[in-house]
């Protein structure tokens, strides 16, 4: 039997009250760089409170987003040679973003590096959007059901969101 993440395009639609997956992903991406703008606004104005907030929101997003997409999207679009080496690429993009999330993790905003760090993040974010939107999308709307994946990563979201822990360090 097929599960969800396995989905292919041309089984039946079904109706559903969630995004389809990558309207959820884009959705997330756009959040996400309104916050790192929102961030940039804040650097050089003091506003240590404001920024550790900020950052910790920012951190708290990409956790949940890409543990979504490791545990859900990508396996979806294993499909072939290339979907592979772009879902390689992605897992180690993953891997650099999230070691740096730790770091910010374990500092204040008055920290040095504090801001340099959250900022190259963000330079590390839009690099990754822009070729999981350009490349990755694409082809995961040629060959997966949508809808149904978009639930399951719904309801996978709706958990660990319930679950991160939102307070300042």
């Given at each position: 039997?097929?599960?969800?993440?396995?989905?292919?395009?041309?089984?039946?639609?079904?109706?559903?009250?969630?995004?389809?997956?990558?309207?959820?992903?884009?959705a997330d991406h756009k959040?996400?760089?309104?916050?790192?703008?929102?961030?940039?606004?804040?650097?050089?104005?003091?506003?240590?409170?404001?920024?550790?907030?900020?950052?910790?929101?920012?951190?708290?997003?990409?956790?949940?987003?890409?543990?979504?997409?490791?545990?859900?999207?990508?396996?979806?679009?294993?499909?072939?040679?290339?979907?592979?080496?772009?879902?390689?690429?992605?897992?180690?993009?993953?891997?650099?973003?999230?070691?740096?999330?730790?770091?910010?993790?374990?500092?204040?905003?008055?920290?040095?590096?504090?801001?340099?760090?959250?900022?190259?993040?963000?330079?590390?974010?839009?690099?990754?959007?822009?070729?999981?939107?350009?490349?990755?999308?694409?082809?995961?709307?040629?060959?997966?059901?949508?809808?149904?994946?978009?639930?399951?990563?719904?309801?996978?979201?709706?958990?660990?969101?319930?679950?991160?822990?939102?307070?300042?360090?």
């Open positions: 039997m097929m599960t969800a993440t396995q989905a292919k395009k041309d089984s039946v639609p079904r109706k559903t009250a969630e995004p389809n997956a990558v309207d959820m992903l884009v959040k996400v760089k309104k916050l790192f703008s929102d961030y940039d606004k804040l650097i050089g104005k003091g506003g240590n409170k404001e920024r550790g907030e900020l950052a910790l929101q920012i951190c708290n997003e990409l956790k949940v987003h890409t543990e979504v997409e490791e545990t859900i999207f990508y396996p979806a679009l294993r499909l072939d040679e290339k979907t592979d080496r772009l879902l390689d690429e992605a897992v180690v993009e993953h891997a650099s973003a999230k070691a740096l999330i730790e770091q910010i993790l374990q500092m204040r905003p008055n920290d040095s590096f504090y801001d340099a760090k959250v900022t190259v993040l963000g330079e590390y974010i839009n690099h990754h959007v822009k070729e999981e939107e350009e490349e990755m999308f694409p082809l995961a709307k040629k060959k997966l059901d949508l809808a149904e994946l978009g639930d399951e990563m719904s309801k996978k979201k709706k958990l660990l969101l319930a679950r991160i822990d939102k307070r300042p360090s």
